[in-house]
Protein backbone atom coordinates (compact mmCIF):
# COMPACT_ATOMS: atom_id res chain seq x y z
CA UNK A 1 0.00 0.00 0.00
CA UNK A 2 0.97 3.80 -1.00
CA UNK A 3 1.16 5.65 2.09
CA UNK A 4 0.17 9.58 1.18
CA UNK A 5 0.67 12.90 3.42
CA UNK A 6 -0.95 15.40 2.87
CA UNK A 7 -0.08 19.21 3.97
CA UNK A 8 -1.19 21.16 5.69
CA UNK A 9 -4.58 19.55 7.07
CA UNK A 10 -5.92 23.17 7.62
CA UNK A 11 -4.75 26.20 5.49
CA UNK A 12 -6.10 29.82 6.34
CA UNK A 13 -5.81 32.37 3.79
CA UNK A 14 -7.22 35.31 2.40
CA UNK A 15 -8.52 36.11 -1.37
CA UNK A 16 -5.34 37.50 -3.64
CA UNK A 17 -3.43 34.72 -1.77
CA UNK A 18 -0.72 32.11 -3.15
CA UNK A 19 -1.62 28.77 -1.12
CA UNK A 20 0.57 25.81 -2.10
CA UNK A 21 -0.50 22.21 -0.72
CA UNK A 22 1.99 18.99 -0.20
CA UNK A 23 1.15 15.65 -0.93
CA UNK A 24 3.92 13.15 -0.03
CA UNK A 25 4.40 9.60 -1.08
CA UNK A 26 5.42 6.27 0.59
CA UNK A 27 7.74 5.75 -2.27
CA UNK A 28 7.62 7.11 -5.98
CA UNK A 29 4.81 6.89 -8.00
CA UNK A 30 6.34 8.85 -10.72
CA UNK A 31 3.34 11.01 -11.86
CA UNK A 32 0.39 9.28 -11.72
CA UNK A 33 -0.82 11.52 -9.15
CA UNK A 34 -4.26 13.76 -9.19
CA UNK A 35 -5.87 16.79 -7.41
CA UNK A 36 -9.65 16.96 -6.26
CA UNK A 37 -11.26 19.86 -5.12
CA UNK A 38 -14.63 19.56 -3.14
CA UNK A 39 -17.13 21.76 -1.54
CA UNK A 40 -19.66 21.34 1.65
CA UNK A 41 -22.09 18.47 0.07
CA UNK A 42 -20.82 18.27 -3.41
CA UNK A 43 -18.82 15.33 -4.86
CA UNK A 44 -15.35 16.05 -5.76
CA UNK A 45 -14.23 17.54 -8.79
CA UNK A 46 -11.14 16.70 -10.92
CA UNK A 47 -8.63 19.28 -10.95
CA UNK A 48 -5.12 18.50 -12.44
CA UNK A 49 -4.11 14.31 -13.41
CA UNK A 50 -0.20 13.26 -14.76
CA UNK A 51 0.54 15.50 -11.19
CA UNK A 52 0.47 18.50 -13.45
CA UNK A 53 -2.06 18.38 -16.35
CA UNK A 54 -4.72 20.44 -16.00
CA UNK A 55 -8.31 19.28 -16.32
CA UNK A 56 -10.34 20.64 -19.10
CA UNK A 57 -12.50 23.79 -17.65
CA UNK A 58 -10.17 23.97 -14.58
CA UNK A 59 -9.24 27.49 -14.22
CA UNK A 60 -5.35 28.72 -15.06
CA UNK A 61 -4.45 29.61 -11.38
CA UNK A 62 -4.56 25.96 -11.11
CA UNK A 63 -1.14 24.24 -11.34
CA UNK A 64 0.42 20.95 -9.99
CA UNK A 65 3.71 20.29 -10.49
CA UNK A 66 6.64 16.92 -8.64
CA UNK A 67 7.40 13.57 -9.65
CA UNK A 68 8.25 10.79 -7.45
CA UNK A 69 7.66 11.36 -3.87
CA UNK A 70 6.70 14.76 -3.82
CA UNK A 71 3.89 16.95 -5.49
CA UNK A 72 2.43 20.39 -4.66
CA UNK A 73 -0.51 21.71 -5.99
CA UNK A 74 -0.29 25.79 -6.33
CA UNK A 75 -3.37 28.42 -6.20
CA UNK A 76 -1.81 31.57 -7.87
CA UNK A 77 -4.40 33.56 -6.89
CA UNK A 78 -7.21 32.87 -4.61
CA UNK A 79 -10.80 33.28 -5.42
CA UNK A 80 -13.77 32.98 -3.45
CA UNK A 81 -15.27 29.95 -4.96
CA UNK A 82 -11.61 28.15 -3.77
CA UNK A 83 -12.75 28.15 -0.46
CA UNK A 84 -13.01 24.15 -0.21
CA UNK A 85 -10.97 21.05 0.72
CA UNK A 86 -8.58 19.67 -1.81
CA UNK A 87 -7.52 15.60 -1.81
CA UNK A 88 -4.34 14.22 -3.64
CA UNK A 89 -4.75 10.45 -4.82
CA UNK A 90 -2.43 8.28 -6.43
CA UNK A 91 -3.04 5.54 -8.95
CA UNK A 92 0.36 4.42 -9.63
CA UNK A 93 -1.03 1.23 -7.76
CA UNK A 94 -3.32 -0.70 -6.40
CA UNK A 95 -5.29 -0.14 -3.87
CA UNK A 96 -5.60 3.70 -5.09
CA UNK A 97 -5.23 6.23 -2.08
CA UNK A 98 -6.55 9.60 -1.13
CA UNK A 99 -4.46 11.78 1.11
CA UNK A 100 -6.07 13.19 3.64
CA UNK A 101 -7.43 16.26 3.00
CA UNK A 102 -6.60 20.34 3.08
CA UNK A 103 -9.66 22.75 4.34
CA UNK A 104 -8.60 26.24 2.63
CA UNK A 105 -10.63 28.07 4.54
CA UNK A 106 -11.17 31.94 4.96
CA UNK A 107 -8.55 33.85 7.16
CA UNK B 1 -22.64 15.84 -21.30
CA UNK B 2 -21.56 13.03 -18.85
CA UNK B 3 -24.00 12.27 -16.31
CA UNK B 4 -23.65 9.77 -13.18
CA UNK B 5 -26.58 9.12 -10.76
CA UNK B 6 -26.69 6.85 -8.24
CA UNK B 7 -29.59 5.12 -5.93
CA UNK B 8 -29.84 2.38 -3.70
CA UNK B 9 -28.78 4.17 0.05
CA UNK B 10 -30.96 4.42 2.86
CA UNK B 11 -30.84 3.19 6.58
CA UNK B 12 -30.02 -0.20 7.58
CA UNK B 13 -29.11 -2.43 10.39
CA UNK B 14 -25.71 -4.20 11.19
CA UNK B 15 -25.57 -7.62 9.30
CA UNK B 16 -27.85 -6.10 6.23
CA UNK B 17 -27.49 -5.81 3.07
CA UNK B 18 -28.20 -3.08 0.04
CA UNK B 19 -27.83 -2.96 -3.61
CA UNK B 20 -26.55 0.39 -5.02
CA UNK B 21 -27.03 1.57 -8.58
CA UNK B 22 -25.50 4.00 -10.62
CA UNK B 23 -26.70 5.24 -14.13
CA UNK B 24 -24.80 6.41 -16.50
CA UNK B 25 -25.15 8.42 -19.48
CA UNK B 26 -23.66 10.83 -21.67
CA UNK B 27 -20.61 8.80 -22.81
CA UNK B 28 -20.17 5.61 -24.02
CA UNK B 29 -20.06 3.14 -20.38
CA UNK B 30 -19.09 0.25 -22.67
CA UNK B 31 -15.45 1.37 -22.78
CA UNK B 32 -14.42 2.85 -19.18
CA UNK B 33 -13.82 1.10 -16.26
CA UNK B 34 -16.18 2.36 -13.11
CA UNK B 35 -15.20 2.68 -9.60
CA UNK B 36 -16.74 3.00 -6.20
CA UNK B 37 -15.15 5.33 -3.46
CA UNK B 38 -17.20 6.63 0.16
CA UNK B 39 -16.64 8.98 2.16
CA UNK B 40 -17.86 8.43 5.79
CA UNK B 41 -19.25 11.29 7.32
CA UNK B 42 -16.87 14.42 8.37
CA UNK B 43 -13.85 12.30 7.03
CA UNK B 44 -11.91 11.86 3.67
CA UNK B 45 -12.25 9.58 0.61
CA UNK B 46 -11.77 6.35 -0.17
CA UNK B 47 -11.67 3.98 -3.06
CA UNK B 48 -13.75 1.00 -2.42
CA UNK B 49 -13.80 -1.33 -5.75
CA UNK B 50 -12.93 -1.41 -9.28
CA UNK B 51 -14.74 -3.15 -12.13
CA UNK B 52 -12.70 -2.95 -15.95
CA UNK B 53 -14.75 -1.82 -18.79
CA UNK B 54 -15.53 -6.00 -19.73
CA UNK B 55 -15.69 -6.90 -16.35
CA UNK B 56 -12.38 -8.94 -16.84
CA UNK B 57 -10.48 -7.17 -13.93
CA UNK B 58 -11.94 -6.67 -10.25
CA UNK B 59 -10.46 -4.85 -7.45
CA UNK B 60 -11.89 -4.32 -3.92
CA UNK B 61 -10.30 -2.24 -0.48
CA UNK B 62 -9.33 -5.15 1.58
CA UNK B 63 -11.93 -3.31 4.26
CA UNK B 64 -15.39 -4.83 2.30
CA UNK B 65 -13.06 -7.42 0.53
CA UNK B 66 -15.50 -10.30 1.00
CA UNK B 67 -18.28 -8.45 2.13
CA UNK B 68 -18.81 -6.06 -1.49
CA UNK B 69 -19.55 -6.88 -4.53
CA UNK B 70 -19.13 -4.70 -7.57
CA UNK B 71 -20.91 -5.47 -11.10
CA UNK B 72 -22.17 -3.87 -14.56
CA UNK B 73 -24.56 -4.49 -17.06
CA UNK B 74 -22.92 -2.52 -20.09
CA UNK B 75 -26.10 -3.13 -21.48
CA UNK B 76 -27.63 -0.78 -19.35
CA UNK B 77 -25.36 1.48 -18.59
CA UNK B 78 -25.26 0.51 -15.34
CA UNK B 79 -22.88 0.21 -12.17
CA UNK B 80 -24.16 -1.81 -8.99
CA UNK B 81 -22.55 -2.16 -5.49
CA UNK B 82 -24.00 -5.46 -4.02
CA UNK B 83 -23.07 -4.89 -0.15
CA UNK B 84 -23.67 -7.54 2.58
CA UNK B 85 -23.04 -7.98 5.85
CA UNK B 86 -22.66 -4.27 6.43
CA UNK B 87 -20.86 -2.92 9.48
CA UNK B 88 -21.84 0.73 11.26
CA UNK B 89 -18.22 1.86 9.79
CA UNK B 90 -19.38 1.12 6.21
CA UNK B 91 -21.95 4.47 6.61
CA UNK B 92 -20.68 7.26 3.83
CA UNK B 93 -21.88 8.72 0.84
CA UNK B 94 -20.72 6.50 -1.80
CA UNK B 95 -20.21 7.69 -5.12
CA UNK B 96 -19.75 6.11 -8.50
CA UNK B 97 -16.42 7.36 -10.45
CA UNK B 98 -15.28 6.86 -13.73
CA UNK B 99 -11.89 6.09 -14.84
CA UNK B 100 -9.92 9.21 -16.55
CA UNK B 101 -9.61 7.20 -19.27
CA UNK B 102 -6.14 5.52 -21.46
CA UNK B 103 -6.40 3.17 -18.51
CA UNK B 104 -5.61 5.57 -15.90
CA UNK B 105 -7.51 5.44 -12.67
CA UNK B 106 -7.87 8.58 -11.70
CA UNK B 107 -11.82 9.66 -11.25
CA UNK B 108 -12.91 12.38 -13.65
CA UNK B 109 -16.47 12.29 -13.95
CA UNK B 110 -17.87 11.66 -10.49
CA UNK B 111 -21.96 11.13 -9.33
CA UNK B 112 -23.60 12.92 -6.78
CA UNK B 113 -23.80 10.47 -4.31
CA UNK B 114 -25.98 8.14 -2.00
CA UNK B 115 -25.89 7.91 1.38
CA UNK B 116 -25.60 4.72 3.27
CA UNK B 117 -26.28 4.38 6.98
CA UNK B 118 -25.51 1.64 9.12
CA UNK B 119 -27.24 1.79 12.22
CA UNK B 120 -29.65 -0.14 14.72
Known amino acids: VIWMTQSPSLLSASTGDRVTISCRMSQGISSYLAWYQQKPGKAPELLIY???TLQSGVPSRFSGSGSGTDFTLTISCLQSEDFATYYC?????????FGQGTKVEIK | EVQLVESGGGLVQPGGSLRLSCAAS????????MNWVRQAPGKGLEWVSY????????YYADSVKGRFTISRDNAKNSLYLQMNSLRDEDTAVYYCAREGGGGYNYFDYWGQGTLVTVSS
Open chain 2, 51 to 58: ISSSSSTI
Open chain 1, 50 to 52: AAS
Open chain 2, 26 to 33: GFTFSSYS
Open chain 1, 89 to 97: QQYYSFPWT
